[in-house]
Nanobody
Framework: QVPLVESGGGSVQNGGSLRLSCAASEYVYNKYCLGWFRQTPGKEREGVALIYGPTGRIQYDVSVKGRFTISQDTAKNTVYLQMNSLKPDDTGMYYC?????????????????WGQGTQVTVSS
């Protein structure tokens, strides 16, 4: 069974919106944090947003706070990333990830599983 199945992404113009989704197994959804990382041209992969399903606790990278919203559908073991006010700098490959959780927070640096990745392109 593939741990994480992504969908969404695509190409939009500056200021546009896109939504990504990531479906996980029930085991992964309830045990690990889920969310997205991205790799933009010339940069290392970086965390974007994470959510811990059982509590709904959310963490965002400062670069996307206020523009991106992570949410979940617990019945579908699926998390979503709504991306609004997209900028050309947001262009890159977006990866769903299952990450380990510490005592209270999701760990940006401890990834258990990666999704296959989906391309997001924002044109100016």
């Amino acid at each position: 069974q593939v741990p994480l199945v992504e969908s969404g992404g695509g190409s939009v113009q500056n200021g546009g919106s896109l939504r990504l989704s990531c479906a996980a197994s029930e085991y992964v959804y309830n045990k690990y944090c889920l969310g997205w990382f991205r790799q933009t041209p010339g940069k290392e992969r970086e965390g974007v947003a994470l959510i811990y399903g059982p509590t709904g606790r959310i963490q965002y990278d400062v670069s996307v706070k206020g523009r991106f919203t992570i949410s979940q559908d617990t019945a579908k073991n699926t998390v979503y990333l709504q991306m609004n006010s997209l900028k050309p700098d947001d262009t890159g490959m977006y990866y769903c990830a299952a990450v380990f959780r510490g005592s209270a927070l999701c760990s940006w640096s401890s990834v258990r599983d990666w999704g296959q990745g989906t391309q997001v392109t924002v044109s100016s």
